[in-house]
């Protein structure tokens, strides 16, 4: 156990923060994992966590950020189950090594570092302190909008660079999602900014959803082309999640079996984010801001109108 900070607690302890819109609730977690709470009673795998619980969690050690977000009429939580969005994955900074992480945390370097996790006003404020390698500071917070979004804050603030060789970091976070109606992630495509089409990327396995006979698991990562600007959207149901960023260098990918559970077959998609800088300055903040949406789709001007709205009341602001 690498850090005492990342521990295991009771559900029923859940220090998950609660973020609402009028019409979302929103609850966000540090890497806490969350135990569920063993029935010693019954001796059945199935039923020794509960009735018919096969893990004995609900939710991994390591994950952070937002790990559930729904519609108070709809009342279905669109973030995949035992995951998160907006987690820190992908650490690379290059010619530095990256600090170890938590042996127990799962599958990504930023989820396995210690976490403090504080409200900020309505929201939430996540941050990872300077690391003894890396020597960055990572912060991401989070404020509920209304009626129907939330808008976050990405902040790094680098402490050290290589000693020799080119000064180059790379960060990636996935979008979890509980979305079996659709993997394809949608975009604007062009090459000049009045001339873009959407696109999309992203494509269904070859699988039976929900059968595990003859299952063979296939994860692949799909790359929008020609993404001309830093929003994007994909389809559950009759509603859409947007997403949009303030810096058009952030890109979007696909991973059409995010989050994949090795006992089932069911294959949900990752619409996940990347974020390259060079020649990053020294104790600083550098970053971006984000917002998701999740309403009901109205069509594909609808993303475009919420985008150019939030955009340009940031250019007012």
Known sequence: MKYPQLAYVDESEDPSLTLETSELIVKVIDNTGLSLRRNEGIESCLGSYGFHEFVPFSHHLGYHGIRS?????????????????????????????NDPVDERSWAGVGRGWPMRMEQRDKGALLTIDPMPCTQFQYTLELQPVEPNAIDFSIRFVFHRRPESGPCKARFSWPCYMNGLDDVAFHYPCGKEINQFKWSATGE?????????????????????????????????????????????TVCFFVVNAGGHMSYSSVQNPAWDFEYAIENYPLNQPIGFDGRLIYSNFEGEDQVLEHYLDWANQRAAE
Do not use: C
Request: proline share 7%; net charge negative.
């Open 204 to 248: 269904k396995p070859e699988v039976i959803l929900g059968d595990p006979v003859g299952y063979v698991h296939a994860q692949t990562a799909f790359r929008p082309t020609d993404q001309i600007l830093p929003v994007g959207y994909g389809r559950i149901g009759d509603k859409a999640l947007t997403i949009m960023f303030s810096d058009p």
């Open 69 to 97: 977000l729904y519609d108070k009429e709809e009342r279905r939580n669109i973030v995949s189950a035992f995951l998160s969005w907006l987690n820190l994955q992908t650490v690379v900074l290059e010619g530095i090594e």
